[in-house]
């Protein structure tokens, strides 16, 4: 069974969030021919670990739906097998019809995906993940700024993660090249793909999930 919800952090944007567990796998199959094209039905079988099927298949529905909310606002109703999701060869999803940008991510339990007019970027993370290895990625700043204002250290890198994605590099390999500042409500990412624009990220809670956006 997957449960659906929606996250409302600005009205530029659309965001569905799949909620799933183990149970679903035996209906896998059955939900994955329900929503996918024949190309991304291959791209599926593709996958070889139950858990990234899972995933997968759930950050699609997500993203498919919040492509047909965000066409559906603008009066234009438009069914599942005739939104595609693909990949470009640095990961980042495309979606057609074209027109809209899109971003993906999941986790144990959560497959999110924010639909926009321009770049967007979303991640999640369980909100109790474990944090001690991520403390080290943290420039002293960074920690300065978590310590200050009361924020997680799995914010910080969330909301690099999110950027990154807005900006279609991902993680690049290397936190370190990111900078974030929290202002007291959200963080600001800077990179020297952005040195002079920086990119705020919301963070928002969502059950037992934290969902950063990043809105360019
Ligand atoms: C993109 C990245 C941040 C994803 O992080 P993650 O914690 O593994 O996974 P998430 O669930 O948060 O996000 C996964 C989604 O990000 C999206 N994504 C992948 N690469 C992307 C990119 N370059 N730009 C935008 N989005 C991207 C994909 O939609 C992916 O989901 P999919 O594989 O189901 O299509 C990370 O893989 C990364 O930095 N990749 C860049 C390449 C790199 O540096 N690799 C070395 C690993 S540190």
């Given amino acids: ?33 329900e929503f996918l094209t024949d190309t991304e039905q291959a791209s599926f079988r593709d996958l070889r670990h139950l858990h990234r099927r899972r995933e997968w298949l759930c950050a699609r529905i997500a ?3 919040a492509a047909q909310e965000w066409w559906a606002r603008e009066g234009t109703r438009i069914s599942a097998s005739e939104v595609t999701i693909s990949s470009l060869e640095s990961g980042a999803p495309v979606i057609t019809p074209a027109g809209l940008s899109i971003s993906l991510a999941h986790t144990s339990g959560l497959a999110v995906a924010a639909v926009a007019a321009g770049p967007v970027g979303i991640d999640v993370e ?3 993940r474990a944090m001690h290895a991520l403390q080290r990625s943290l420039s ?41 500042e929290f202002d007291g409500s959200d963080w600001w990412i800077q990179t ?17 999930h934290l969902i950063a956006i990043c809105l360019q």
């Fill in 1 to 33: 069974m997957i449960t659906r919800s929606t996250l409302n952090v600005a009205p530029e944007v659309w965001i569905s969030a799949i909620g799933f567990d183990e149970s679903l796998d035996s209906g896998l199959d059955e939900l994955a021919v």
């Fill in 63 to 65: 993203g498919k739906e």
């Fill in 126 to 128: 369980r909100a109790d």
């Fill in 140 to 180: 002293s700043a960074e920690q300065g700024d978590c310590e200050r204002h009361g924020r997680s250290t799995l914010e910080v890198l969330m909301a690099k993660e999110s950027a990154g994605k807005a900006l279609g590099i991902g993680l690049a390999g290397n936190p370190r090249r990111f900078s974030a």
């Fill in 192 to 208: 020297e793909h952005n040195a002079a624009r920086p990119l705020r990220v919301r963070i928002r809670n969502h059950g037992m």
